[in-house]
């Protein structure tokens, strides 16, 4: 929205008798013409001409394109054209929750104004067990761009809920796209590798992935028996022939241990072996997995110990061997405790610490926002069920209860005991966010194809360039960091420049490997590692200028996909593509 571009008709008299021809246009939707609608030429038979006009996009959504066009002997002929008008800036999700008492009725604000038209989805959610929006948790996940082995295994984990089922129609589709995701994945020795099954195997995301393919398959989606069988297998072969003197190993061999068990393949011998290590485990959720893995092979005191110590192991730092937060182990030690059965009375304790309204979307990693999904149903089962009635029409009783908005409305608790309501809306903000950053920097450059700097106002059509964009870390720490520049509606990708030093451009510097490029129309997205010895990463993109106008330039945007609060993000711009 506020693009304008160069709208050419180009009008040729094919047959015709010599006379004008004439071009008439008309908009509806989020489209109009700035500039004449008629655009005529005077053509002999066999002539041409390419008269012009500007199109202007008004609002988000979909437009229409209507031309007619007329000439001698009474010809006439009319096309239409639908155009999809939307912005590459990236989308924001917005929630608001409050507690709504029994027998209340309370309004559902959907601020729709401050999104784009036609870019945003809200939802509603009621539910008594959890204080964040689980429906928007879910939504944050399915939406992420990428899909390396973790974001497509926590996206499978949350599609293999039943809250999945009820917020999406087409949840199945969705969920079986993440299983084979995740097997796209799946190496010859039966692991899983990060971004494809080239790669190097995954000791912690392999036993993830394992635990996301067997939910999905209990939600109902299609897992080939070979490639699971070949998946436990490498998990079985590494719990016998993996030492556990590291944090790194004890980890690992906690989820091997759990996601052994899930299969209903425990292994008590080698869990017992590493429940002599219980006081040295890193972290609370690998003594809740051990605990898990007890409590399914029904070695019930041993769990209860390895419960006990779990919930006694509060607060942590990010950790990058198991993309882990303290919301995460919070989360996850929960519901394997609530599907446990045991220690029935720390249960409530161990909620009352779970992430409570300020757990959005915009500060949660795709592993927080799994969990937070499966958490909200596995914690709501048995539990009383919130009713409500959304617009004078009462919705069905469920532990977690969503449904879509189009509009601001209300919403009534129809039983006995207060449910928490969230309103949760996605999009993108009609304001572009300021520039800002916290623990990156993010630069970005436009040069001429022999390494002059480019001014964007004078950038003619049919013109290639090169976009190089740099990240710098200021942590010093290791960073799994996702960089994204949104296209302008005139330009698009020519190419993607490899790694290393390219040929006849020795003023790019050399050029980081990246680990994904994900072949997206609107924006340029790639995923790199930053670490300590390497705190700087420099990437570089053909780009070419098609359509003459004038465009929004989207603000280069990095962030740690897994601690979304160190990031870096510019300003927005304008750029003009001259005919």
């Given amino acids: 929205p506020g693009d304008e571009a160069r709208l050419s008709v180009l009008l040729h008299n094919v047959e015709l008798p010599a006379g004008e021809i004439a071009a ?37 959504g979909e437009g229409i394109l209507r031309l007619a066009v007329t000439g001698p002997n009474g010809f006439r002929v009319e096309r239409e054209s639908h155009i999809t008008i939307r912005s590459s ?105 990060m971004w494809s099954a080239s790669g190097e ?155 409570g309204a300020d757990f959005t979307p915009n500060r949660s990693s795709t592993q927080e926002q799994a969990w937070a999904v499966l958490a909200a149903q596995v914690l709501g089962q048995g539990m009383r069920a919130a009713t409500v009635a959304v617009n004078g029409s009462a919705l069905p009783p469920q532990p977690v209860v969503v449904t879509a908005l189009t509009a601001s409305g209300t919403a009534r608790n129809l039983g006995t005991a207060p449910v928490w309501q969230a309103v949760s809306i996605t999009g993108i903000p009609r304001q572009a966010l300021p520039a800002a950053r916290e623990g990156f920097r993010v630069t970005r450059r436009f040069f001429a194809l022999n390494g002059e700097p480019l001014n964007l106002d004078t950038l003619a059509q049919n013109t290639s360039f090169i976009l190089l964009m740099e990240l710098r870390s200021e942590t010093n720490d290791r960073h799994e960091a996702m960089i994204t520049q949104g296209l302008p509606a005139g330009w698009e990708i020519a190419s993607r420049l490899p790694s290393g030093d390219i040929a006849g451009m020795p003023w790019l510097g050399t050029l980081t490997e990246v680990d994904s490029q994900p072949a997206l129309d609107d924006r340029y997205a790639a995923s790199v590692t930053i670490t300590q010895a390497q705190p700087f990463a420099r990437i570089a993109v053909r780009l070419r200028a098609v359509t003459p106008g004038v465009f929004e330039l989207p603000g280069a945007e990095a962030v740690d996909m897994y601690r979304p609060g160190v990031f870096a993000r510019q300003n927005v711009a304008r750029i003009t593509v001259q005919p």
């Fill in 24 to 60: 008439d246009l008309s908009t509806s939707g989020g489209l109009s013409i700035v500039g004449p609608t008629r655009l005529t030429a005077n053509l002999a038979t066999g002539a041409r001409a390419q008269p012009f006009t500007t199109l202007r996009a008004t609002e988000g």
């Fill in 201 to 355: 195997a995954q000791q912690w995301l392999t036993p993830y992935a394992v635990e996301a393919l067997l939910r999905a398959r209990t939600a109902g989606a299609t897992v080939p028996e070979g490639a699971l069988r070949e998946a436990l297998r490498f998990l079985d072969d590494a719990i016998e022939d993996t030492s556990t003197e590291t944090p790194e190993e004890r980890a690992a061999q906690a989820y091997r241990l759990y996601a052994m068990a899930l299969a209903g393949q425990p292994r008590l011998g080698a869990a017992r072996r590493l429940m002599e290590a219980l006081a040295d485990m890193p972290t609370q959720i690998s003594r809740a997995q051990l605990a898990a893995t007890f409590a399914r092979g029904g070695d019930t005191v041993r769990a209860q110990q390895a419960f006990t110590a779990a919930l006694a192991t509060t607060g942590r730092r990010f950790w990058s061997f198991d993309y882990g937060t303290a919301s995460r182990d919070a989360l996850a030690t929960t519901l394997l405790l609530r599907e446990s059965g045991l220690l029935a009375d720390r249960l409530t304790q161990a909620m009352s610490v779970l992430p």
């Fill in 89 to 193: 800036r990236p989308r924001t999700t917005e929630v608001a929750g409050i507690e709504l008492p029994p027998g209340v009725e309370l309004p559902l604000a959907v601020p729709a104004d401050r999104f784009v038209n036609g870019s945003w989805r809200a939802t509603a959610s009621f539910g008594a067990v959890v204080r964040y929006d689980a429906a928007a948790m879910l939504r944050a996940v399915e939406d992420f761009p990428l899909a390396c082995l973790e974001q497509s295994a926590s996206r499978a984990l949350a599609l293999a809920t039943a809250l999945a089922e009820e917020a999406n129609p087409d949840r199945s589709i969705r969920l079986q796209r993440a299983v084979d995701a995740i097997l796209d994945r799946q190496r010859f020795d039966g692991s899983f590798a």
